[in-house]
């Protein structure tokens, strides 16, 4: 029995769809006002028999702060593929996010010890990972260190690998995965789908910074290779960066314009420019009662540059990369899908 957090977000749905398909008996956490009908539609998207498929998952309803509830869903299984995580760069969701995704993956790694689960899948991100500096590379050794700068989601995916590496010394056979930002159909307006629709809209503006992109076929390919693997024990309690390449936002928005037929951004949207609309978001958002589109966090990364190396999976496994041409059309054919 392999047991999955977030089924319902873009690596957990993907990672659904791709076990169900081989036939795996799978039981999915979720919370009782998750939108399951997204998997439905990514189904639907990828299969002729959707209905089929989604009718072979078992969800089950709780809280991954809910720990004596998740103990008891963990009887009897062998595998936990932990995809779940609160996403948010507003600076009033710090520490609320924090919290929630430490305290759910604690709860994840000692009910998983206290069950005898046999390995354990912990997605985790690049942002965990330390900055290496102007002009070098992130990698799997590169040190996270704490800072005004952080962002809450980065200080959340630390401490909550930290829970992981916490279990390993306990006695958990656990591998982590650390995907830079996640290209595929998910969502339309949240993650980096949201890039598709800004150009789709008319996006006006392009910023200089660059950054990892990976596919989300790829990561869960990664996720379940190494689950899977007959000599599972020269991979466990090792974490692995997925980054299909480094692209900068102004050719990811190019090449999605191009896909579409429409004008590329031709405005360059300056570090002063991003932080006076971050000012504006403060102060019309009591009024509005909504987030801020762009947040200081968001708007720090937008012209920063992180280069990240995924190559080490590649080296120990013979894994193979999708090109990120590949990817952004593939997403780019997806958004025109359910839009039509």
Known sequence: MIFVTGGTGLIGSHLLLELVSAGKEVKVLRREKSDIEQVKKLFSFYSDDPEGLFGKINWVTGDLLDYFTL??????????????ATVSFDSGRRAEMIADNVEGTANIVNASLKNGVHRICHVSSVAALGNAGKGRTVDELTNWVPSKKVSGYSESKFFS????????????????VNPSIVLGAGKLNSGSSQFFKLVW?????????????????????????LMSDPDFSRY??????????????????NRIADFYEKPRPKYFATPFF?????????????????????????????NSTNLYDGSKIVRLMNFKYTPLTISIRHVADYYLTVKE
């Open 71 to 84: 103990e008891k869903y963990l009887e009897g299984v062998n595998e936990v593929y932990h995809c779940a």
């Open 236 to 253: 466990k309690n090792q974490r692995y960066l997925l980054n299909s390449g480094n692209l900068s936002y102004q050719e990811l928005f």
């Open 274 to 302: 991003l932080n006076l609309l971050c000012r504006v978001s403060v102060l019309i958002k009591p009024i509005y009662k909504k987030l801020p589109a762009i947040t200081f966090e968001t708007a720090a990364a937008a």
């Open 161 to 176: 690998e930290m829970e992981v590496w916490r279990g390993i010394e306990e006695g958990l056979d656990a591998v982590i």
């Open 201 to 225: 809209d008319g996006l006006k503006f392009y910023t200089k910074g660059v950054t990892g992109f990976v596919d989300v076929k790829d990561v869960v390919k990664a996720m379940v290779m």
